[in-house]
């Protein structure tokens, strides 16, 4: 078997699983539900996986890793706060509508993660935050971000997103990309400072504004040829 025909029949394989454990739960799903619906038999899985958990495994690593190394490039690119927040609204967003059935499984199925992997997955999700924390608070520092608890922003940000995994299916009305418009303007009107407009000044000030450009005007015409003046001012 060359090695290209067997990354797609992993593929299907954690693809199957990760459909299976969405629908019927990771306890009650068993390896020939798995085997039966990839068109192979329960010895030939074991050639491409040791056991039940390990897909488990696989689907939250995989999971993690992506979102992980997205958002690491964006906070690291030059820009704003507020734009690398956006774009990772859009990333988390993508995160979230790809794979509906991997999402739905990293959501509800961490109770039934070995200990170990339980806890790095809960690592990996405080470290998440804390960077997320840590860029706002720049922002706020910078000016760009309202001045309010940045844990809290941060909370509100990822809680936003996460829900999307309750309620979004793949092909109804709403897409991936009004779901991004719509939040980032939720985030832009709730958190980032927008510039101000320039203050106006006092009326007094206008006042005599005005008055000198009147006289500038009356001078400018003094200028002007007698025969050509508006009738009113000869």
Same mark, same amino acid.
């Given at each position: 078997?060359?090695?290209?025909?067997? =990354?797609l029949?992993e593929?299907?394989? &954690?693809?199957?699983?990760?459909?299976?454990f969405?629908?019927?739960g990771?306890?009650?799903?068993t390896?020939?539900?798995i085997?039966t =619906?990839v068109g192979?038999?329960?010895v030939?899985?074991?050639?491409y996986f040791?056991?039940?958990?390990?897909?488990?495994?696989?689907?939250?690593?995989?999971?993690?890793?992506?979102?992980?190394k997205? &958002?690491?490039?964006?906070?690291?690119t030059?820009?704003?706060?507020?734009?690398k &927040?956006?774009?990772?609204?859009?990333h988390?967003?993508?995160?979230?509508?790809?794979d509906?059935?991997s999402?739905?499984?990293?959501?509800n199925?961490?109770?039934?993660?070995?200990?170990?992997?339980?806890?790095?997955?809960?690592?990996?999700?405080? =470290? !998440?935050?804390?960077?997320?924390e840590?860029e706002?608070?720049?922002? !706020?520092?910078?000016g760009?971000i309202?001045?309010?608890n940045?844990?809290l922003?941060?909370?509100?940000f990822?809680?936003?997103?996460?829900?999307?995994?309750?309620?979004y299916?793949?092909?109804?009305?709403?897409t991936?990309?009004?779901i991004?418009?719509?939040?980032?303007?939720?985030?832009?009107?709730?958190?980032?400072v927008?510039?101000?407009?320039?203050?106006?000044?006092p009326?007094a000030?206008?006042l005599?504004?005005?008055?000198?450009?009147v006289?500038?005007i009356?001078?400018?015409?003094q =200028?002007?040829?007698r025969? &050509?003046?508006?009738s009113?001012s000869?």
């Open positions: 078997m060359t090695s290209r025909k067997r =990354k029949v593929e299907e394989i &954690l693809r199957v699983a990760a459909v299976c969405s629908e019927r990771y306890p009650a799903t390896l020939e539900d085997a =619906k192979i038999s329960r030939t899985f074991y050639a040791k056991n039940k958990e390990e897909l488990l495994k696989t689907i939250f690593d995989r999971m993690l890793t992506t979102y992980q997205g &958002l690491e490039t964006i906070l690291a030059p820009l704003s706060r507020p734009e &927040l956006r774009r990772a609204v859009a988390q967003v993508a995160c979230l509508t790809n509906p059935a999402v739905r499984v990293f959501f199925e961490e109770k039934n993660l070995p200990s170990a992997l339980a806890r790095q997955v809960q690592e990996a999700q405080k =470290k !998440i935050e804390t960077t997320l840590q706002i608070a720049a922002g !706020i520092t910078r760009e309202v001045t309010m940045p844990r922003i941060m909370y509100a990822v809680g936003m997103c996460n829900w999307l995994y309750r309620w299916t793949p092909g109804e009305a709403v991936p990309e009004e991004v418009d719509t939040f980032t303007q939720i985030l832009n009107s709730g958190s980032v927008q510039p101000r407009a320039p203050k106006e000044a009326a000030d206008r005599s504004k005005l008055e000198a450009d006289e500038e009356k001078r400018q015409l =200028k002007v040829p025969s &050509l003046r508006p009113a000869r």
